[in-house]
């Protein structure tokens, strides 16, 4: 069996690190954890067990990422969105659910997140989110504009 795994690497707002995520077990199953590498190269550093697809806020004080994906009935990926401080401590659910893209807003007010063929906004101060629109990829043009990819 064919066994793949994605990355997605992120800088953090000061372009001197990368975080990135990677499966425990070379296979991509079971957990996956979140690193951080100076730009430059050098030793990776833990962020967080059991996460993956970290990014950092704008102001580079706040950690978004998915708690570890999980295989759902051969359909993909289902992970839920939770913020925690830049070292990856104070780790807390911010909303549950099946997602895989996450996007901060250029102001750090709002995350975009996709999955399932749709994409929400979530409020960071309040938790409340919305459906803005059916597409599987989002990314932020500027504070009040959403550019996502199309559904197939």
């Known amino acids: 069996a064919t066994v793949w795994w994605w990355s997605e690497p992120s800088f ?3 372009g001197e ?9 070379s296979d991509a199953g079971g957990r996956w954890d979140l690193w951080s590498v100076p730009a430059v190269g050098g030793e990776p ?29 051969g359909d993909g990926w289902s992970s839920s969105l939770w913020l ?4 990856g401590s104070d780790p807390r ?18 995350i975009a997140f996709s999955g399932g063929g749709e994409t929400h906004v ?4 309040t938790g409340e989110s919305s459906h ?5 990829i989002a990314d932020w043009l500027d504070d009040d504009t959403l550019v ?5």
């Open 148 to 152: 996502v990819t199309p559904s197939e």
């Open 45 to 73: 550093t833990l962020v967080r067990r059991d996460a993956s697809v970290g990014i950092y806020a704008p102001d580079g004080r706040t950690l978004a990422y998915l708690d570890t994906p999980r295989a759902e009935d």
């Open 17 to 25: 690190t990368i975080i990135f995520h990677v499966p425990r077990r």
């Open 12 to 14: 953090g707002p000061d």
């Open 122 to 125: 979530v409020d960071v101060g």
């Open 93 to 110: 659910l911010l909303v549950d659910g099946d997602f895989h893209v996450l996007r901060w807003s250029p102001d750090g007010t709002r």
């Open 132 to 136: 803005v629109a059916d597409g599987s």
């Open 84 to 87: 925690a401080d830049a070292d």
